[in-house]
């Protein structure tokens, strides 16, 4: 029933993207060189963005709430900070006051919603080999954090046009080996285990919302349509 | 963690000073819920649990993520009664609150469950403002359209809180809502509205990750009144469907008479007399049949005019002459179709087939009863005199003839029938009543049925046929009358001419001039009658005035003495018949009569 619930939760987060015809934007070409995709406007690739950073977000909270109910003991289930370990991205620079927020620039936001996108991309990589491991993790979830990581990438590479378009400036290496903040070998024991990705999922979540609130205060700030009146 | 023990130890350590009887540290309150209206402030309330009977103070505690310090609520104030409100400043998004509640007392103090929060997660804003509702036409049709503002604190012009919307209405005496979903549009239009009622509107907003706020307060709105322009559509339609109603009924009503007969087709019944449906249904062939059989046959009394009333009457004048049919009231007993006629499709037919008969002279026995039965009451039957011109039998295969289609004068009549009462004529005529005459019966009073064909030359167009049925009756009394009948006929053939009714028919004569001629080549003589199964009287041309009797043997069958006796007077016109004497035993028509 609940397998059922969340599945159809996830179809109606997803559906938006079947509209968009969700393929990634691959318009890497020679630096210099004519780009090999055809030419969207700025404000329609800002609008995609979004719609991806929204997908995203909504995808990784019924993840996270569908880990909470399968593994997490109840006891432990409000303590995601008290595992010990902080979110992975806490050393990045973000404010987290409106008002601060407010007060950021532009081009601040672009780069610090790309620095959390790449961020991100080898975590959740990581996330899905230790879901495996688990007996029972469902399928769901599984193809869920697949599908948020498939999504981020492209999310990455959007906000790299984004920001060649918007701020001018040249194309940015996407170095994902730079960090990786993430370094477990050993076999920990299952509670560990199991606090540590819900710490994760609970991380990522908060990412995903900054992404997309980040992305929104763009938008608003570019144009002034009706729903930023 | 550690000013939290701290804390603690330091209620711990007041609690032994407060001793006091009937009182007690205060009981455990609750975090019941926080809430942010704009994602930049939050509200936590509490609810307190007993104070113990003393005064109780409530503080709030709250720890931010990853940092050690403990922060105290800063406004318990603005929010109201056992509220802590966080405001700008002090909020911080993406940050875990832990936050308590602590209750103390002159006794103790008491800690209530920790709770974790997330500003981002406890959006609740307040309800739209500014709800307008107009009421605007479309094609004369109204409708409404729905206006609203964001709430005044959240930000959604910087995108710093996108909101969706709902709107709904009812009837002010209904009790279902009907929900639209708005998305983020700020107007909204609603179809479909009753005439002339009054509606209640509300709206209501959530941000895109949150709670739904409360619904605005109601909005009433009263439609105008349309319907008259709706009434008079339904009026057209209701008149023009009642009145093609009203000529559809009437074409039926006209024609439904023929509706009746296409939809339920009349089912021919039996037509043989004395044939009992029900015995049939109830599935005796033996009664059926036996049922046919008339008892009182042969009639011992003097039959009813009704029974007398043939029902076929099959009138053959050759030589284009055409072939009429008739039906009769009702069958009498006796009457059958003859079976030889197999190609004839009429039911109840009673037809008369010299072939047929002849061989029925015979004696054979035959199928059914009632051909036997006739043939048991042939002998003895009177005498008919029968003359055909150019008549053959062979001609009349297969068509039934009349038989007699002409009769000549009964005179010998008397003699046959008295040794045959009872005897009944083989075949139906009909009784014709010319206009004016003398009801039949009259002679059938006397006991004297017998066809007659009063024709003159003198009144073509009228003949007078009379049943001949029961000549058998036909005492000396009879006789006498019977000489005031008619003329004797000759040998004439007759025309239907009209059918005046279902069961009467006007005969008329057929040759032009002053009654039929005698044709050359005649060589038929006259029967006077019939007596017996095989005997025949015959009326010489001297005697046309019948008084000779001749007395033909036929088929080696015992013959009778015959007794003649004067016919019917010579009717006026009448013409003798060019008989030589010679009769055709070809052409007997035995009757049965």
């Known amino acids: 029933m609940m397998a059922a619930v969340h599945w159809s939760l996830w179809a109606a987060a997803l559906w938006p993207s079947l509209l968009t015809a969700c393929i990634p934007l691959d318009c890497s070409g020679e630096p210099g060189g004519v780009s090999r995709c055809p030419s969207i406007t700025q404000e329609k690739l800002l609008d995609r963005v979004i719609q991806h950073a929204e997908l995203i977000y909504r995808v990784s909270e019924e993840s996270c709430s569908l880990f909470e109910e399968m593994f997490v003991p109840f006891p432990l289930r409000l303590q995601r900070n008290q595992a010990g370990s902080a979110c992975i991205t806490k050393a990045l620079p973000i404010p987290s006051s409106k008002s601060e927020i407010q007060q950021i620039s532009d081009k601040w936001l672009l780069h610090s919603v790309l620095m959390l996108v790449q961020s991100w991309i080898e975590p959740l990589v990581y996330l899905q080999t230790t879901l495996d491991r688990y007996d029972d993790a469902p399928d769901m979830l599984l193809n869920k954090t697949k599908w948020v990581s498939d999504k981020l990438i492209s999310l990455e590479q959007g906000v790299v046009v984004l920001i060649q378009k918007m701020l001018d400036e040249g194309m940015l290496t996407t170095n994902h080996s730079e960090q990786s903040l993430l370094q477990y070998d050993e076999q920990p024991e299952m509670l560990e285990s199991v606090m540590r990705d819900y710490a994760l999922l609970s991380c990522f979540k908060k990412d995903a919302h900054k992404m997309e609130l980040f992305l929104k205060l763009l938008k608003c700030r570019q144009t002034d349509k009706y729903n930023c009146a | ?593």
């Open chain 2, 1 to 593: 963690m550690k000013n939290m023990v701290v804390v603690g130890v330091l209620l711990l350590s007041l609690m032994p000073h407060a001793n006091g009887a009937g009182f007690s540290p205060p009981g455990k309150p609750t975090l019941t819920s926080c809430r942010s209206p704009e994602k930049e402030t939050f509200t936590c309330w509490w609810e307190p649990g007993s104070d113990g009977g003393l005064p109780t103070t409530y503080r709030l505690f709250y720890l931010k993520e990853n940092i050690e310090t403990v922060y105290e609520c800063p406004d318990y104030l603005t929010a109201g009664e056992n509220s802590c409100f966080f405001s700008k400043n002090n909020t911080s998004i993406w940050v875990n609150y832990n936050i308590t509640v602590v209750a103390t007392n002159e006794l103790g103090s008491t800690m209530s469950d920790p709770v974790d929060i997330d500003v981002m997660y406890i959006v609740m804003p307040h309800p739209p403002e500014k709800v307008l509702v107009s009421v605007l036409e479309d094609k004369d049709w109204p409708f409404l359209r729905v206006s609203w503002e964001p709430p005044q604190k959240a930000d959604t012009r910087s995108g710093w809180i996108t909101l969706v919307y709902e709107v709904r209405i009812k009837l002010e005496e209904k009790d279902d809502w009907e929900v639209h979903l708005a998305g983020q549009q700020r107007v909204f239009n609603i179809f479909s509205l009753l005439s002339g009622g009054t509606y209640i509107v509300q709206v209501r907003c959530k941000p895109d990750h949150g709670f739904w706020s409360e619904w605005s307060s109601s909005t009433y709105v009263k439609v105008p009144n349309y319907f008259h322009r709706e009434n008079s559509v339904w009026i057209l339609i209701t008149t023009f469907t009642a009145f093609i109603f009203l000529i559809v009924s009437w074409m039926i009503h006209m024609n439904r008479h023929s509706l009746k007969h296409c939809i339920l087709p009349p089912v021919p019944g039996p037509k043989i007399k004395g044939f009992d449906k029900q015995l049939l249904k109830s599935g005796k062939s033996g009664d059926v049949f036996n049922a046919l059989v008339a008892s009182d046959f042969p009639p011992t009394t003097p039959p009813r005019c009704e029974d007398l009333l043939v029902e076929y009457l099959e009138v053959y004048i050759p030589e284009e002459r055409e072939l009429m049919r008739e039906e009769s009231k009702h069958l009498q007993d006796g009457f059958l179709k003859s079976e030889g006629f197999a190609s004839d499709s009429d039911s109840g037919l009673g037809s008369c087939n010299s072939h047929t008969l002849l061989m029925d002279n015979s004696g054979e026995a035959k199928e059914t009863d009632r051909r036997t039965d006739q043939e048991r009451s042939r002998p003895g039957a009177e005498a008919l005199t029968y003359a055909r011109e150019d008549v053959s039998p062979d001609m009349s295969s297969g068509r039934v003839k009349t038989w007699p289609s002409v009769f000549s004068p009964l005179t010998p009549y008397s003699s046959g029938p008295t040794d045959q009462p009872g005897a009944k004529q083989h075949c139906l005529s009909d009784s014709v009543y010319p206009p004016g005459s003398t009801s039949p019966c009259s002679a059938q009073d006397l006991g004297l049925n017998y066809w007659e064909f009063c024709f003159s030359s003198m009144q073509p167009h009228l003949t007078q046929t009379r049943s001949d049925v029961n000549v058998s009756d036909i005492g000396p009394e009879r006789a006498a009358a019977r000489q005031q009948s008619p003329a004797p006929r000759p040998t004439e053939y007759v025309e239907v001419q009209r059918v005046s009714e279902e069961d009467m028919v006007l005969l008329q004569p057929v040759g032009p001039g002053p009654g039929p001629p005698a044709r050359p080549g005649e060589d038929y003589s006259r029967v006077k009658g019939v007596r017996g199964h095989n005997v025949l009287l015959l009326q010489t041309e001297e005697e046309a005035d019948g008084r000779a009797c001749e007395e033909l043997e036929t088929k080696g069958a015992a013959h009778k003495p015959t007794a003649c006796s004067h016919g019917g007077l010579p009717a006026p016109g009448r013409a003798a018949p060019a008989a030589s004497g010679y009769v055709d035993t070809a052409m007997f028509v035995l009757p049965s009569c």
